[in-house]
C-alpha cells in the first residue's frame, strides 16, 4: 500500500552550494495502514538528506522510502533534515498501524445506532420515542413504554421496552412489523441483530433469547443475574454484561455457557488513582478485529471504609470511572491493564473508532468524551461540553456521533488529530416535546451531574453514582465515618421522595433536600444552598431546607417524581398473603405502601439484624432501622440494612423476631417477592 505524502515542486536553481536553503514539508499529518503493509512515504526537501525514524525502531535515509511495521499501534513517523546552518529540521506524520477488520463487523447495543451513511436511531425513555436523524433532521415514531435500545439490521428496526415489550419497524419506510411481549418483569434491554433475527437480553429472567424476525420462533439461553448490554462477535458469541455486580467480582456472560470474570481492583487508593468493583456495565463494545472487548464502568470502591480497610471513604476514592480491556479468549480480566480515570466518575459508553486504534469513552457526569490510544489507554484528547447526560456514542469513519440524553440531543463531531477539538457538524432534537416540566428536569441534570463544583469536587460523584436512573447500584457500602454503619444502597424508585416516610436505613434524613449534606460533607462540593442557608440547616432532622434553592428543589423534585415502582416478573400469591398477615409481618409493612415509616412519628426496628457493623444513627446509637417498603423488594438485592441477607428468603429467617414453618417462610417469600 502506497501513500504519497508531497507532490514535489522543483527546488529553484542552485547558483552555488553555499546558496542552497534547507527545506522540508510534508503535505499530510495522519495515515493508516494495515499491519505488515508495505507504506511508501516521500519528503519534499532540499538542502540535504532526509532521515527517517519510523516509531518502531526502524530508520531508513532518502526523499522515497518504504516501511512496514510489524504490530499495530500508534506511531510517529518523523523526517529530519539537517540545515547549513547547524539547525535540524523535523515534521512528523501519525501512522495508524490497524489490525486487519473481521470479514463480519462486531455489532453492540446501545440506545444509539449509526448506520454507516451517518442516518442516526436513537430513543428517549421518558418520551416513549423513537428517533430517526437524517443531516439534522428528525423523524419520530412513538414506542412502546420506557425504549431502552435500538438495533438495525437489513431492513429491520428494532427497539426494546421497560414494559417487557420488543417493537420492529421497516428502516426504510417506518411501517410496523412485529410487537412481542416477554411478559411482565421480563424487562429486555440490549438488543442486537443477526440474519436470522434479534438477540435480545432479558434481566428479569437472566436469559439470552433469540427472536426471528417475524417473531413467531425463540430460543432461549439461561445466563445469569441482570444481563444488559450484548455484543455479537464475527463468529456469532454473544457477550452479555451483568449490569449489577457483587463484591465477589463482575462478569460478562457468552451465549455458549463460558463468561469472563472481571475482578476487584485493589488499589491503592490516590489522588489519581482508587482500586474498586467494576459496576453498572450497560453499554460495552468489540474491536473491529474482534479480538478485544472494551467495557465501561464506575469503579466502585467497596472495600475501603472504617470498618474493612481501617481509612474512611472519601470524595476521591469511592468511585471512579474505569475501562476495562480484555482479550475475547481470556477467562478473567488482568486488572493490571484497566485504565482508571482521572476526575470523572463514570464511564458509561465506548466506541472504537474504524481502524480500531482510539477509542471515545462517554462520561454522563462531566459531559466529556475523551479519546483514548486503544493500545496504551493514554489520553489522545478530549470533547468537553458533549452534553448533559451523556448515554452512547458510534463512528461513521472520522465523525464521532453523540447522545446527550438529558439534552435530548444527537450530535455529529468531526474529530481531527489528537489534541485538536473535533468540530460540531450538526445537531439535531430526539424528541419532539420534552416530556417532563422543566422543574424536574433540571432536578434529572443535577441529579446526574458530577461536574458541577456545587456538587462534586473534581468531578468524582454524582447521585446517579449509586443511584442510577433512581435505581441503586446493588452494593453495601461502610458509611462508618459519617457516623453510620455498614449500608445497602436503596433505591428510589416508588418512593415519591418522602411518601413512605424517612429516608435512609437509620431515619437521618426527613426531606429530600437533605441530600445537601451529602453532596458538600461526602462528595466535595459547594452546595446548592447559600452559606448562610447551610449554617441555618445543616441539622437533618432541624430546620427545613426546602425552599430556599430552586436547583436543590429541583433535584427534590426530580427524586420525589419518582413515584411508580418496577413490576416484578414473580406472580402474586394469595396463600402468601396470608401467611404473611398471619405472622405480622404487616405490623411493619402494612399495605398498601409496605411500610410504617412515616414523617409523622420516628419509628425505628430492631428484629433482630443490628450487629456492631450496624454503626450508629446521626453520629449516636441506632437503636433500630427504619421499615423499608417491601414494593420493588424483588430487584433491591442483596437485602436488610447491610447488605448481610443474598435472598429475599434470607432477609425473612434473619428477623428472630419471626417463628415460622419452612412452609410458612416459602409462602410468605413467594408473596413478598411478587409485590
Request: one cysteine or more; hydrophobic letters at 40%; proline letters at 7%.
Amino acid at each position: 500500500m502506497t501513500f504519497l505524502l508531497l507532490a514535489c515542486a522543483e527546488p529553484p536553481p542552485e547558483k552555488t552550494p553555499q546558496a542552497v536553503a534547507a527545506s522540508l514539508s510534508l503535505p499530510t499529518t495522519h495515515l493508516a495502514v494495515e499491519v505488515g503493509q508495505p507504506l511508501t512515504l516521500e519528503a519534499g526537501a532540499a538542502g540535504g538528506t532526509v532521515t527517517w525514524a519510523f516509531g518502531d525502531g526502524g530508520a531508513a535515509e532518502g526523499t522515497t522510502v518504504e516501511h512496514a511495521w510489524e504490530n499495530a499501534g500508534n506511531y510517529l513517523a518523523i523526517a529530519t533534515l539537517p540545515a547549513p546552518d547547524g539547525r535540524r529540521l523535523s515534521e512528523t506524520v501519525r501512522i495508524e498501524v490497524f489490525r486487519s477488520p473481521a470479514p463480519t463487523p462486531p455489532r453492540r447495543s446501545g440506545s444509539l445506532w449509526v448506520e454507516d451513511d451517518g442516518t442516526a436511531w436513537v430513543v428517549t425513555p421518558e418520551a416513549d420515542t423513537l428517533a430517526r436523524i437524517v443531516e439534522g433532521a428528525s423523524t419520530y415514531l412513538p414506542t412502546c413504554d420506557e425504549p431502552r435500545a435500538v438495533a438495525r439490521v437489513a431492513d429491520e428496526v428494532a427497539v426494546t421496552c421497560g414494559d417487557g415489550q420488543l417493537w420492529s419497524w421497516s428502516a426504510t419506510d417506518l411501517s410496523s412489523r412485529i410487537m412481542v411481549d416477554f411478559g411482565v418483569g421480563s424487562s429486555p434491554f440490549g438488543v442486537i441483530g443477526d440474519e436470522g433475527g434479534w438477540w435480545v437480553s432479558l434481566g428479569g429472567n437472566g436469559s439470552l433469547t433469540h427472536l426471528s424476525f417475524d417473531g413467531l420462533g425463540s430460543s432461549s439461553t439461561s445466563l445469569g443475574p441482570e444481563p444488559r448490554g450484548l455484543v455479537l462477535g464475527p463468529d456469532g458469541t454473544v457477550w452479555a454484561s451483568r449490569y449489577r455486580n457483587d463484591a465477589a467480582g463482575a462478569v460478562i456472560y457468552r451465549s455458549d455457557g463460558g463468561s469472563i470474570s472481571l475482578p476487584v481492583h485493589p488499589g491503592p487508593d490516590s489522588d489519581t488513582l482508587s482500586g474498586g468493583l467494576p459496576n453498572l456495565i450497560e453499554t460495552f463494545a468489540l474491536s473491529p478485529d474482534g479480538g478485544t472487548l472494551y467495557i465501561p464502568v464506575i469503579q466502585a470502591n467497596i472495600r475501603r471504609g472504617l470498618l474493612g480497610s481501617g481509612v474512611p471513604l472519601t470524595f476521591e476514592t469511592t468511585t471512579r470511572a474505569a475501562l476495562l480491556s480484555v482479550p475475547v479468549d481470556a477467562d478473567e480480566e488482568d486488572w493490571n491493564d484497566r485504565k482508571i480515570f482521572d476526575n470523572q466518575d463514570r464511564a458509561v459508553a465506548v466506541a472504537p473508532s474504524p481502524t480500531g486504534n482510539y477509542l471515545a469513552v462517554a462520561h454522563p457526569g462531566t459531559g466529556v468524551v475523551q479519546l483514548l490510544d486503544a493500545f496504551t489507554l493514554d489520553l489522545a484528547g478530549s470533547l468537553p461540553g458533549a452534553g448533559e447526560g451523556l448515554r452512547d456514542l458510534r463512528w461513521v469513519g472520522d465523525t464521532l456521533i453523540t447522545w446527550a440524553w438529558l439534552d435530548r440531543t444527537v450530535a455529529a463531531w468531526r474529530v481531527g488529530e489528537p489534541g485538536e477539538l473535533p468540530t460540531l457538524l450538526w445537531s439535531a432534537a430526539s424528541v419532539a416535546e420534552e416530556p417532563l416540566t422543566p422543574t424536574v428536569l433540571l432536578g434529572k441534570k443535577l441529579f446526574y451531574r458530577s461536574g458541577d463544583v456545587r456538587i462534586s469536587k473534581d468531578g468524582y460523584l454524582a447521585c446517579a453514582s449509586c443511584h442510577p436512573d433512581g435505581e441503586h447500584d446493588g452494593l453495601t457500602w461502610d458509611f462508618t465515618s459519617r457516623g453510620e454503619g455498614l449500608r445497602n444502597t436503596t433505591s428510589l424508585l416508588g418512593r415519591g421522595g418522602t411518601d413512605m416516610g424517612y429516608l435512609h436505613w437509620s431515619a437521618n434524613f426527613d426531606e429530600v433536600q437533605d441530600f445537601e449534606n451529602d453532596i458538600r460533607n461526602q462528595f466535595g462540593g459547594t452546595g446548592l444552598l447559600t452559606d448562610a442557608d447551610w449554617a441555618e440547616t445543616s441539622d437533618t432532622l432541624g430546620s427545613a431546607k426546602a425552599g430556599r434553592s430552586a436547583d436543590l428543589d429541583a433535584l427534590a423534585a426530580y427524586v420525589t417524581s419518582l413515584a411508580q415502582t418496577p413490576v416484578s416478573p414473580h406472580p402474586a400469591s394469595p396463600s402468601g398473603e396470608a401467611a404473611f398477615l398471619a405472622a405480622g409481618c404487616a405490623d411493619c409493612h402494612p399495605a398498601p405502601a409496605y411500610t410504617d415509616s412515616d414523617l409523622s412519628e420516628l419509628r425505628l426496628h430492631d428484629v433482630g439484624t443490628l450487629t456492631d457493623a450496624s454503626g450508629g444513627r446521626l453520629g449516636g446509637e441506632l437503636t433500630g432501622i427504619d421499615t423499608p417498603t417491601l414494593l420493588g423488594v424483588f430487584s433491591t438485592g442483596p437485602w436488610l440494612h447491610d447488605g448481610s441477607a443474598l435472598t429475599v428468603e434470607d432477609a425473612i429467617r434473619a428477623h428472630r423476631t419471626l417463628t415460622l414453618t419452612e412452609v410458612e417462610l416459602d409462602e410468605i417469600t413467594a408473596f413478598v417477592l411478587g409485590l
